[in-house]
């Protein structure tokens, strides 16, 4: 519950905690008036209250905002979603009243699902495991040794690999689908997979068809997919929410990546899991304690096991060219245009 001294004022919605909302607030320009409200601890009249008083509303992820609230807004010029969906904002009535609707999209979100693409490939792809077969005397794999290569001479396979597979046509389903799990459904859309989703609230059928997604419960999706995506955010119900007995419920063969919150995940049973070959292979960014102890059990496994297709990264996922602050600054670009007079950008309304 924090504001600052400015000239335009803003209202910003944040569903994060305490850390993030900070990191936001201090990107802030110092021309705005900036409260920073964490939109599952403030009520509605709270919200209707402040809107009244707001010239921009900044919204992450964090409710419908809908004519009931847009009527209350009674000097609001600008709603600026963090994001690139606007389903829940009543375009209709913003237009009514000559609110411009803006959104944009999130590079740290974007690198986000471009990891878990990456993911989903190393483990498809074995890359971990191959990677020891380059480090093994060539004539294990021929007698007479290696040959130079030319448009006649090669050696296709000469490991012998037989548990590559492709992305292409496979299942995939995506638990806890926010941004993250919208940004990772359009660019696997032209890999063919199906796609199947599970959150709290459904999105409208005309979100799913447009990302291509189909809802499905949790624990049916567990047994359909070829490869489970957990982007599950942490709370008290779900902490270990991926514990032994969901993790039975798997395909047997299947693949698991995770960029969620670390916490969600029983790491020792997802370890025996890939151990036992119930599961084909594990990808993890996240992890339950950061940075990863030394006795995390998948990390034991890669040393016990240089076969074990499991890919291991340092909580880097969101990794991209801007800087955290330099986003954040971003977030706050249209309300300084409005302010100055300039044209907005990402308008949808």
Known sequence: MTERVGMLRVLYLCPLGRQHQQW???AAPPELQVTMRRSSEVSAD?????????????????????????????????????????????????????????????????AVAEHLVLQMLALLRRAMPLQQVLRQPPERFLA????????????????????????????????????????????????????????RQRLPVAVEHALGVAYSGAEQLLRESDVVVCL????????????????????????????????????QALAEAVRSGHLAGASLDTY?????????????????????????????????????QGEFHWFYENAVRLMRGEPLVGCVV
Not at 168 to 195: D, S
Not at 233 to 249: C, G
């Open 24 to 26: 936001r607030l201090q």
């Open 46 to 110: 709270e919200v209707g209250r402040l809107i009244a008083e707001a010239d921009v509303l900044i919204t992450e992820r964090s409710g419908v905002v809908d004519q009931a609230l847009l009527s209350r807004a009674r000097r609001l010029k600008l709603i600026q979603r963090v994001g690139s969906l606007y389903h829940d904002i009543d375009l209709d009535a913003a237009r009514a009243r000559g609110v411009a609707v803006c959104v944009r999209p999130i590079l740290g979100t974007i």
């Open 144 to 199: 007479d040794g290696p040959r130079r290569t030319d448009e006649d001479v090669f050696a296709f396979n000469w490991s012998g690999q037989t548990r590559i597979t492709l992305l292409h046509g496979k299942t995939v389903g995506i638990l806890g689908f926010g941004e993250i799990g919208a940004e990772l459904a359009r660019r696997l859309q032209g890999w063919h997979c199906r796609l199947l989703y599970h959150k």
């Open 232 to 267: 599950l955010p942490y709370s008290a119900a779900t902490d270990h929410w991926l514990n032994a007995e969901r993790i039975a419920l798997m395909k047997q063969g299947a693949f698991f990546v995770e960029a969620g919150s670390g916490s969600v995940v029983d790491e």
């Open 288 to 324: 339950e304690w950061e940075p990863i102890r030394q006795d995390e059990p998948l990390l034991q496994l890669t040393r016990e096991d240089p076969d074990a297709n499991v890919f291991l990264l340092p909580h880097v996922g969101s990794c991209n060219d801007i800087t955290l």
